[in-house]
C-alpha cells in the first residue's frame, strides 16, 4: 500500500511517498516534492492544485493521503491558506484521505521507532514532516 505524507507549509503542500510492501519500507521516487498553490488563491487556483495532486496520486497508485494537522490555535498555528489547502486534499474523492494531529505522530513514533535515520533517506531535509506523517499513518493501518 502506497501512503502519501502531507506537509503542508505556507503555499506548498510538501509530500513524501511511502509504501509497505512484504513489511519493507520503500520510498519510491517521485518526479516532485511539493506542490504550490498559485499566489492568487482564487477557486481555478484551489481547482487547478487539487486536480494536479489527484493526477500524481493516480500517477504513482497512491492509495492514501496523510495530512500533519496544522493547528487553529497556539504558537504552531496554520494560516489562511494552509486550511485552504488541507480542504482542497480533504475533499479528494476515490482516496482514504486522513489527517493525523501532532500529538498522534509523536506517540506512533515513541512506540514504533523508525528503522533508519532520516539522514539515510535520501530525501530533502524540507520532506521530513512529511515522511514522519506518511510513516505513523502506515505503522498505525
Keep these: 500500500m502506497k501512503i502519501c505524507g502531507v506537509e503542508l507549509t505556507g503555499n506548498d503542500a510538501v509530500i513524501c511517498l511511502l509504501e509497505l510492501d512484504k513489511?519493507?519500507?520503500?520510498l519510491p521516487d517521485c518526479r516532485v516534492r511539493k506542490i504550490t498553490l498559485p499566489k492568487n488563491?482564487?477557486?481555478?487556483?484551489?481547482?487547478y492544485f487539487q486536480s494536479t495532486f489527484v493526477k500524481l496520486m493516480n500517477d504513482y497508485a497512491?492509495?492514501?493521503?496523510?495530512?500533519?494537522?496544522r493547528p487553529p490555535k497556539g504558537k504552531f498555528a496554520g494560516g489562511a491558506i494552509g486550511f485552504k489547502l488541507e480542504a482542497a486534499l480533504q475533499l479528494i474523492a476515490d482516496f482514504d484521505v486522513t489527517v493525523i494531529p501532532q500529538k498522534d505522530?509523536?506517540?506512533?513514533?515513541?512506540?514504533?521507532?523508525l528503522p533508519i535515520t532520516f539522514a539515510e533517506t535520501g530525501l530533502k531535509v524540507f520532506q521530513e514532516g512529511a515522511f514522519k506523517v506518511a510513516y505513523v499513518a502506515q505503522v498505525l493501518r
Design 41 to 47: 488563491h482564487t477557486r481555478g487556483d484551489l481547482q
Design 23 to 26: 513489511h519493507q519500507f520503500n
Design 62 to 69: 497512491v492509495t492514501t493521503i496523510a495530512i500533519k494537522e
Design 105 to 113: 505522530i509523536k506517540i506512533g513514533l515513541s512506540e514504533n521507532t
